[in-house]
């Protein structure tokens, strides 16, 4: 019966609030803050009619997007695995000492993150060897083995496993790693 009774006057308290906020939003001439219909001269309601406090309006629906070493970070994941999953040269070593260095917590989500601790992530990734220089020498040495016509580099010309693995039935994987390089 409380909880009826107390139901009961926060609806009348919020029918209050929107009575108010009606007089409040009436058309007044050559006024830009109260935002009417364009086909009818009666006031919006719902969240265009009500006031943003603080000022921050839409802002907060929209997510920043947060870009390391060339690469976007998944918003709603912990620092030290997001890192080690999407940016080509950092594993889950190194992911967690840069979290240590730069003294944030690797637990943290991405979207959680200010401005300061973005831009100390951001310092401490350039001194990493990753993403395109590590492609680039990665693709240098793979072309020196075919160069020298290593036992390796010939296998990985064919497509075929470097490490001697089974390719009767499983060789998959080293077919996408080894395309055959004519």
Do not use: W
């Not at 006031?43 to 839409?58: C, E, L, S």
């Not at 060339?70 to 992911?95: D, F, K």
């Amino acid at each position: 019966m409380a909880r009826r009774a107390l139901s009961t006057i926060l609806a009348a308290a919020s029918l209050l609030a929107m009575s108010t906020a009606f007089v409040s939003m009436t058309k007044v001439p050559n006024s830009p803050v109260t935002p009417m219909r364009p086909s009818t001269d009666r006031p919006v309601f719902g969240r265009a009619a009500t006031p943003v406090v603080g000022g921050r309006g839409r802002a907060h629906l929209t997510q920043r997007r947060l870009r390391l070493a060339g690469n976007e970070m998944p918003r709603n994941m912990n620092v030290g695995y997001g890192m080690a999953g999407s940016i080509l040269g950092i594993g889950l070593y190194t992911a967690f000492k840069i979290c240590r260095d730069t003294g944030i917590d690797p637990n943290k989500r991405f979207n959680t993150l200010e401005e300061d601790e973005e831009i100390r992530l951001a310092d401490e990734i350039k001194k990493y060897f990753i993403e395109s220089p590590l492609r680039r020498v990665i693709k240098s040495n793979i072309n020196h083995l075919l160069d020298i016509q290593h036992e390796r580099g010939r296998r990985m010309k064919v497509g075929l496993t470097t490490r001697y693995q089974r390719t009767k039935k499983r060789s998959n994987v080293a077919r996408k790693l080894n395309p055959s390089r004519f």
